[in-house]
Every structure is written in structure tokens, then in C-alpha cells.
């Protein structure tokens, strides 16, 4: 049954104590003119804060949206600063360029943001830099950017990695399957014929469910969902 709920739409904590386990996955289904895509993620964050008094890391939970639409294109945040990627993905893709125009700017002043983040961490509190580095490997943090160029679809998957030399490393992946996030429970299952038998939005909404079943301490319900068509996007939200 759907049903809506209010979101926290903006992570109301400084970036350095925000972390967003999480598992998305996205789809594009071609059936020539009514070709689409579907893109699902959990909304379940963990945010650390390190207690001066124990020296230990506090932890809480919290639910917000990791799915953002933004004109033509869709994204999802994974992994570290998810504020961080969304304010710089807010901002171009707003400027309405192509695809490839729109990663390679994304790239460059996210790269420019996030080590800007990694140094205050690192200048203020070693340990929590240390456990920033470790909780996020490989990948300190991967974006996903959906939608249709020139009528064509598109998933476009950046993966961000810290380099020994303490830069910013990012790989591209790009094709009709793009899944991020906790994916041990499911790794198998998204290849399998019978996973997207009942539709698309069925296949992503039972892998989620899968993974919030074997990892609840990192991924949780609600799920959330954008169906994206040439020319709109709807947005679905379920309880389970």
C-alpha cells in the first residue's frame, strides 16, 4: 500500500558527522516510447558524533530523502556528505547541460568541496577522519545521475575514492543496471531473471526490502522511488 510521509529533506547536522549507509538501485526498462527508469533507495542515515567525554562515537538514526529530482536529471547520494553532493549537484544540474557536461563539472567542484570537508575533519578531530576513511571503502562516497539525453536514457554511476596522495579519485560506470550502497544480501539477486519478473519497480522494491532485512543496523525502510519517463518524473514512497 503506498502512503507518503514527511521526510527531513536537508541533514540538519554539520557534514562531518553525517553518514549515509544505504542501498539504491536503479533500472532503465526499454519499451521504445514508453522506455523508463526507476530509481529506489532506503532513507535510513546514521549519524556519528564523537563524545569528548568517553572519546567514543554516539551514535543515532535518522530518516531524509537520498533521491533528489532536478529538471531532466535524477540523482541519489551514497556514502559520505550527502550534503555535500547535494548542493553541488543542485547546482548543475539546474544549468541544464548534457550529460557528459554535467558529470565532468559535478566532478570537478565536488572533488574541490569534498577535500575541502576532509581537512576540517582531519584538522579538528583525527578520529573521526581515521573512521571516515574506514568506514567508506572502497568508495568514500558514489552519486548516481538518471534520466533521458537527447531522448535517449541514461544511469550514469560515479564512484569517489581517497587516493594515497590524499586526492580524489573517481570512476565512471554507465549502462541499464546501476546498484550502490550495502549490497551483499542482494549481489546475486540482480542478475537473476525472476528478480524482475513482476516489473521493475517490484524487482527494486524487493531487493531493497532484502537488504534492509540482512543489514538493519545500515538500510531501512521507508523506501523511496522516482519513475522517470522522457519528459516527467513521479516519485513513490512505501512504508515497506
Known amino acids: 500500500m503506498r502512503f507518503y510521509i514527511i521526510f527531513i529533506s536537508i541533514c540538519l547536522i554539520t557534514a562531518n558527522r553525517c553518514f549515509s549507509q544505504t542501498c539504491v538501485i536503479a533500472k532503465i526498462t526499454y519499451s521504445g516510447r514508453d522506455t523508463s527508469i526507476v530509481i529506489g533507495a532506503d532513507t535510513k542515515f546514521n549519524n556519528y558524533v564523537l563524545n569528548k ?23 541519489a547520494t551514497i556514502g559520505y556528505g550527502p550534503e555535500v553532493q547535494r548542493r553541488v549537484a543542485d547546482s548543475v544540474c539546474r544549468l541544464n547541460l548534457s550529460v557528459n557536461s554535467t558529470y565532468i563539472i559535478y566532478f570537478h567542484e565536488y572533488k574541490r568541496q569534498l577535500l575541502l570537508y576532509l581537512q576540517d ?86 531487493l531493497l526490502k532484502m537488504e534492509a532485512i540482512a543489514r538493519p543496523d545500515k538500510v531501512g525502510p521507508p523506501f523511496e522511488f522516482y519513475i522517470i519517463h522522457k519528459t516527467k518524473a513521479e516519485t513513490l514512497t512505501y512504508k515497506q
Do not use: C
Open 53 to 75: 567525554k568517553t572519546n567514543e562515537f554516539d551514535t543515532t538514526v535518522f530518516y531524509a530523502h537520498k533521491l533528489f529530482n532536478r529538471g531532466k536529471i535524477t540523482y
Open 121 to 206: 575533519i582531519k584538522k579538528h578531530s583525527l578520529k573521526l577522519y581515521n573512521r571516515v576513511l574506514a568506514k567508506n571503502q572502497p568508495y568514500i562516497s558514489q552519486t548516481i545521475f538518471a534520466g533521458f539525453d537527447h531522448g535517449r536514457p541514461f544511469l550514469l554511476h560515479l564512484l569517489f575514492s581517497v587516493s594515497p596522495f590524499y586526492g580524489i579519485d573517481m570512476q565512471t560506470e554507465n549502462g541499464p543496471l546501476a546498484a550502490a550502497g550495502d549490497l551483499d544480501a542482494i549481489q546475486s539477486a540482480l542478475d537473476m531473471d525472476k528478480t524482475w519478473a513482476g516489473g521493475t519497480l517490484a524487482g527494486i522494491r524487493k
